[in-house]
């Protein structure tokens, strides 16, 4: 007897280790993708890729953390290898005989830009950090340290380094294969449409654009001009890059020149040098309006031309004389109303150096918001007499950044940081990031908030037409629908109240010719329904009679609470979803989970910020 419950236990013990057995044979991603994985802390830190350090590779390690957690990046990545996979490859292959610059074109960088190196590389490299193994794994960034050291022919020196210095070299470098590819693209349709005598016609325009001569190899890969842009189709770009303007304003003429735009892969801000600031303080800093002294206005000289003609013109003694001095001023006068920074032809101004100088204002502002914004503090403080230091104010960061002003605001969410611990020369880097999964895509109704009772009608009508009914048939199944209201209604009296309302609105309203869920809709298309029998209930009173099958049988409750469901907002009834608030805390190959209030408290030591816009679809997620 007292080796019977030690059987059991030896049994149930098996049986349990046979179904664990199972289940991992079966479905082992159950254990990584299932809710009960997630609630445990040993199980999350196996399911991210870690970074091995083998020297001073923590720059580069939380660099490529960095950007493995950024959506959009992927997306762009996958989009550029995939079309450079799917195309002619003789499209990425064909040289220009000058760059943009109007120099000679290097052959083999050419190649590497066109062929998107660094881009593939890099894909390559995110998409091993974006596994989730089953247990710690950890890879090397030696791969994509190759594919660098090719695409730009030397080596990267294995000293400490800065994080945000290959984060621009490696950003500058993707948008600069993302010109060349396009470029290319461009180039070889223009080609194929000179080839076969078609004109391309700009959108705006109609127009057509002259043609190019199919014998003329310089022409057709020649640069792509600004003039040859509405001829191709606009898409998204380069995700980091975005695009400023400087506008300048005389002070004293009120002049504003054209403004200059400028590319950007990353906004550097200045942290102030003070205790504790935030960073609303960095961006009015960096964006505020700055004035400069002595700066040579060309309106005011162009003024400053006029006024030494006309003191040349007091002293003319002939005619002639005072006629070619009133020409230039005439000339002079035309190129201020016409565009002051374009000087008149055959007129010699006077020096520069005697021109009046001015006080101007200059403005920065963001024209072309990126969808990934890069936020590089500088902490940096230079002094003449000393060496370099480091600014150790605590800088205080939103998890929601809004930029722009009221027409044009962009909403930004926090999913990565750089924080660097250490002095000027010397540190350690480590990574923030967000555990963001993004939904997959779908085509929800999103026009459509009543769920299943929508008053409107499917957009994929039946081919086929439906039985008719006959009209008999439709007043019986009228009457009998009545009489169950009717019993429903003794039963329910708030249904009955419900009922009657909704048969008032049904009363008042104007008759429509688009088919509702409503008792009207079921009485114009029952003639649409298969017909049954119901048979006698034992005990009942009713007649057999034929109706419409299941659907049908439910219809004074359905089609009534149908109708009343649909004047509701049913969308506050909806689940709401969580705010994902779990991040890893990624150090080289040691990872970690923390929350959002411990990444938003590394107030001392953050380096860099990584926004993403925010999707109207995934703004509470």
């Known amino acids: 007897m007292p080796e019977k419950p030690l059987t059991v236990l030896t049994y149930a013990a098996s049986a349990s280790l046979a179904a664990v057995a199972l289940v991992y044979f079966f479905n082992p991603n159950q254990f990584i993708d299932g809710e009960p994985s997630t609630s445990s802390a040993t199980t999350r830190k196996k399911g991210i890729v870690g970074l091995i350090n083998p020297a001073n590779d923590c720059f580069i390690n939380?660099?490529?953390?960095?950007?493995?957690?950024?959506?959009?990046?992927?997306?762009?990545?996958?989009?550029?290898?995939?079309?450079?996979?799917?195309?002619?490859?003789?499209?990425?292959?064909?040289?220009?005989?000058?760059?943009?610059?109007?120099?000679?074109?290097?052959?083999?960088?050419?190649?590497?830009?066109?062929?998107?190196?660094?881009?593939?590389?890099?894909?390559?490299?995110?998409?091993?950090?974006?596994?989730?193994?089953?247990?710690?794994?950890?890879?090397?960034?030696?791969?994509?340290?190759k594919v660098l050291e090719n695409a730009f022919g030397t080596r990267i020196s294995r000293v400490q380094q800065d994080a945000q210095e290959l984060l621009q070299l490696v950003a500058e470098r993707l948008s600069e294969e993302y010109d060349a590819g396009k470029q290319a693209r461009q180039r070889a349709k223009r080609g194929l449409l000179s080839s076969t005598g078609e004109h391309p016609q700009s959108p705006s325009k109609s127009e057509a654009q002259p043609s190019v001569d199919p014998t003329a190899a310089s022409d057709l890969f020649a640069p792509i001009s600004a003039a040859d842009d509405g001829i191709f189709e606009e898409e998204d770009g380069f995700p980091l890059q975005g695009q400023t303007e400087a506008r300048v304003e005389c002070q004293h003429c009120h002049f504003v020149p054209k403004p200059t735009p400028s590319r950007f892969v990353m906004l550097n801000l200045m942290v102030p040098q003070k205790g504790t600031a935030t960073l609303n303080e960095c961006f009015d800093s960096h964006f505020k309006t700055e004035y400069i002294e002595d700066y040579t206005c060309d309106r005011c000289r162009l003024d400053h031309a006029i006024e030494t003609l006309d003191e040349e013109m007091t002293f003319a003694r002939s005619q002639e004389q005072k006629d070619i001095i009133q020409a230039k001023i005439d000339r002079v006068r035309k190129a201020i109303e016409v565009d002051p920074e374009q000087p008149p032809d055959r007129i010699q101004l006077p020096d520069a150096k005697h021109a009046p100088k001015r006080k101007i204002a200059r403005h920065v502002q963001i024209t072309k918001f990126p969808k990934v914004l890069v936020i590089h503090l500088s902490r940096s403080m230079f002094d003449p007499g000393s060496y370099s230091q480091k600014n150790t104010a605590k800088l205080s960061f939103p998890e929601r950044l809004p930029i722009g002003g009221i027409l044009n605001r962009k909403n930004y969410k926090l999913l990565g940081l750089v924080t660097h611990r250490g002095t000027h020369n010397s540190g350690h880097y480590e990574t923030f990031r967000r555990q963001h999964l993004y939904p997959p895509r779908s085509t929800p109704h999103a026009k459509n908030i009543a769920g299943p009772y929508s008053p409107s009608a499917t957009p994929n009508p039946s081919n086929q037409p439906s039985p008719r009914m006959s009209g008999d048939l439709a007043s019986t199944l009228k009457g009998a629908r009545d009489k169950r209201?009717?019993?429903?209604?003794?039963?329910?009296?708030?249904?009955?109240?419900?009922?009657?309302?909704?048969?008032?609105?049904?009363?008042?309203?104007?008759?429509?010719?688009?088919?509702?869920?409503?008792?009207?809709?079921?009485?114009?298309?029952?003639?649409?329904?298969?017909?049954?029998?119901?048979?006698?209930?034992?005990?009942?009173?009713?007649?057999?009679?034929?109706?419409?099958?299941?659907?049908?049988?439910?219809?004074p409750s359905t089609v009534n609470l149908g109708r009343y469901a649909a004047s509701l907002d049913l969308s506050r009834f909806r689940r709401k979803k969580k705010t994902n608030d779990r991040w890893w805390r990624i150090s080289d190959d040691t990872i970690k989970e923390c929350h959002t209030t411990d990444v938003l408290a590394m107030q001392k030591d953050v380096y860099m910020l990584f926004y993403e816009v925010e999707r109207k679809e995934s703004g509470t997620s």
């Open 62 to 145: 939380s660099v490529l953390q960095s950007l493995a957690g950024l959506g959009d990046l992927r997306l762009y990545l996958i989009r550029e290898v995939h079309r450079r996979d799917l195309d002619d490859g003789s499209i990425y292959t064909s040289m220009p005989e000058k760059d943009e610059q109007g120099k000679e074109v290097v052959v083999w960088k050419r190649l590497s830009l066109q062929g998107g190196e660094v881009t593939r590389g890099l894909k390559c490299m995110l998409d091993q950090l974006n596994e989730r193994p089953i247990y710690k794994k950890t890879v090397s960034a030696q791969s994509f340290i």
């Open 485 to 555: 209201v009717d019993e429903n209604a003794a039963e329910h009296p708030s249904f009955s109240t419900a009922h009657s309302s909704a048969a008032s609105t049904e009363s008042l309203s104007p008759p429509s010719t688009r088919p509702t869920s409503g008792s009207g809709a079921a009485e114009k298309n029952a003639d649409s329904l298969p017909k049954a029998t119901v048979p006698i209930r034992p005990g009942s009173r009713d007649q057999p009679t034929t109706i419409l099958s299941a659907p049908l049988e439910a219809s």
